[in-house]
Structure formats: C-alpha cells, structure tokens
C-alpha cells in the first residue's frame, strides 16, 4: 500500500523531536548546527536565521553524507542539527533522513517564524534593488 504525506509526515513526526526557539539557541550555543533547509528564493524574500547554514531539501541527502563528492562539511552525524523550514513539514521529513543516515541527535525547530517569534535573532531579506 503506498504511503501518503500524512503517513510519512506522521513517522517524522514521531522519530524527529519538536523543539521551541529557547531550545534551539541553546543547542547552538552548545554547537548545534542550525539548519536552513528552505529553497533559495525563500531566504531571499524573509531572510534567515542569524548564524545559520543554508541546505536546500532538495540536495540533503548529496550534502549530508560523508561519501558523497558533494558533501558539506558543516554536516556530520556526530554534530547535533537543529532544522527549520518555512512552517516544519520539510524540516520534519529532512529530519527523519537525516536520522536515517545515522545523525543521533535531530530536532525540528519547526519554521522560520517560530525562531524569530521565539526571539532568535534574524538576517533581513536581501535588497532587490531598483
């Protein structure tokens, strides 16, 4: 039977552990990767997370793992990583990958409005100019 997006939003859910801001600026702060995994053009119209390292979805698994030519050495399933999204689907799903790659300790801080609701510190948008 094929799984639907609630089916593996629901397994992500339960493999992946939830966080609030205040938590995520403590694993930060403690050395935890702060991860943006939204597209390019969504950074650039809301900004980013200050201190943040920008993965898109869509190349995680090429940057997350050590054997690959296109590997980020900003990732290492020994280092804690803190996701975020747009709102805490994607970073649900990249996650549970990531906690399928053998990355122990992943949390999802859910979307860039509850880091700069919770109070972390924010990057504006980039100016698009005239």
């Known amino acids: ?43 650039e ?12 979805r869509g190349m995680l698994e090429f940057r997350a793992d050590p054997a690959s030519p296109f590997h980020d050495p900003e990732l290492s399933p020994e280092r804690p990583v803190v996701l975020h ?3 805490g689907g994607r970073a649900a799903l990249a996650g549970k990958l990531l906690k399928d790659m053998g990355y122990a300790q992943v949390y999802n801080l859910g979307g860039f409005k509850d880091w700069k609701e919770g109070g972390g510190p924010v990057t504006g948008p980039i100016d698009p100019g005239m």
């Open 1 to 43: 039977m094929p799984k639907t997006l609630k089916d593996m939003l629901d397994a992500a859910n339960a493999a992946v552990e939830r966080i609030d801001a205040a938590r995520a600026r403590a694993l930060v702060a403690e050395g935890a990767l702060l991860l943006d995994i939204r597209d390019a053009p969504e950074l």
């Open 45 to 56: 119209a809301s900004g980013r997370a200050e201190g943040s390292h920008h993965v898109p």
């Open 85 to 87: 999204c747009a709102s």
